[in-house]
């Protein structure tokens, strides 16, 4: 097996080789792109005395999360994942229930509600903003729903938020709203997450905000409320050595996506901080099954680093906004359909959504000599990263073949 420092040295010989031949380095990184030096050296901080840092700063991520979102609570966990259990729980879904959920999502939050022994009804999804299609909703309704999962993805507010909200009440049923990606995001001057009975956002890796691990739960409702923290309050303290992993990858994450000699200090860094490196979802959860240590609040010296990136979140999305604009200029110079921003919304833009031919997806280096654009290419299944297949969802089919993602964070803006 190879060792660490023999894989950076062939990373490093490519490295070169890509240089002599005047190709790119690698495609332009979609996550991590909010860490700064100064998340870094908290980071560090943590890691090389873990007994200074102050137990009180879980609390203080709460506060001022409750505050960004506009809300009088807010709830911290080890995951967003977690975030949404705990908000099953509020519900006291369970066996015999049905929860719907979009066929085009991340794998975790089926996994959620199969934990809970519910049973996921997967609908459809719309091509505008990506969110949970109305009609299809509808006819995934039976005397057993118990909740509807909506999502903002890619930092969009849903195209039928309202009407899901209508169709919901009607029928009394719980709307849960899927902010992993959105937050910020706003829609009639009043945060996402906070329209339905529950919202629960994410700070991983890859979402608007970065402390490698993380989620949030938030109500408007007392009750959900109070239930979301007994949930907490009977979860373990997290593992200290995922949060050790979590805070060397905010290092790690750090030299090699946003240092301006990433092509070299990432691999350096990758010797001390990245052996161990972070894994957001497992083997076990992408077969459906819980995992060991599932359950968990979220650690004082990952608050700490999330406390640290709210200050940042106003400017960076900021600049996701102005660089969606570069994109829609660039969607109608190459006759590419752009995202739908439905009114009175504010987006926070985590990626730009575009479809394109599925060849191009199946290869985004054709795409970067065509375009001169490299993409993401969030999701290559129904439920990312899993393959587990997904029945009935014609038009969350065609986002898996043809949707990219066009990066909103970058070092050249």
Known sequence: MMTELGKVVRHQAGNLLRLARGTPMAPVPMGSMTLDLDDVAIARECLDR?????????????????????????VAFRAGRVALSAILDALDIGPADEVIVPGYTCVVVPNA?????????????????????????????????????????????????????SLAAEHGIAVIEDCA?????????????????AGFFSSEQTKVINTTCG????????????????????????????????????????????HPQRWWRGDVARLRYGRQPFVATGEDEMAGREPAGYRGTMSAAIARVGCNQLDKLQRYNERRRRNARHWEAWCEEHGFAQPRVIAESEPVFLRYPVLVDAALKRSPANMYRRYGVWPGVWF???????????????????AVEQCVNLPCLTDDD
């Not at 990606?181 to 009975?197: E, N, Q, W, Y």
């Open 380 to 398: 290559k299944s129904h439920l990312h990263p899993s393959t587990r297949e997904v029945s009935g969802c014609p038009t969350a089919a065609t």
């Open 215 to 258: 989620g949030i739960a938030v109500s408007r409702r007392p009750e959900i409320l109070q239930r979301l923290r007994n949930f907490q309050n009977a979860s373990p303290a997290p593992d200290q050595r995922e949060v050790q992993s979590a805070l060397q990858s905010v290092v790690w994450n750090y030299f090699r996506f946003r």
């Open 50 to 74: 873990p007994e200074m840092v102050d137990d009180a700063w879980t609390a203080r991520f709460e506060a001022r999360f409750a505050d960004v979102v506009q809300t009088g609570e807010a």
């Open 113 to 165: 509600v199969l934990y809970r022994g519910a049973t996921p009804v997967y609908c459809d999804i719309e091509l505008e903003t990506y969110g949970a299609d109305l009609e299809s909703i509808r006819q995934s309704l039976s005397d057993r729903t118990r909740a509807i999962v909506v999502q903002h993805l890619y930092g969009l507010v849903c195209r039928d938020y309202e009407a899901i909200l």
């Open 181 to 197: 990606h959105s937050t910020g995001a706003k829609f009639r001057g009043v945060p996402v997450g906070l329209h339905g009975d």
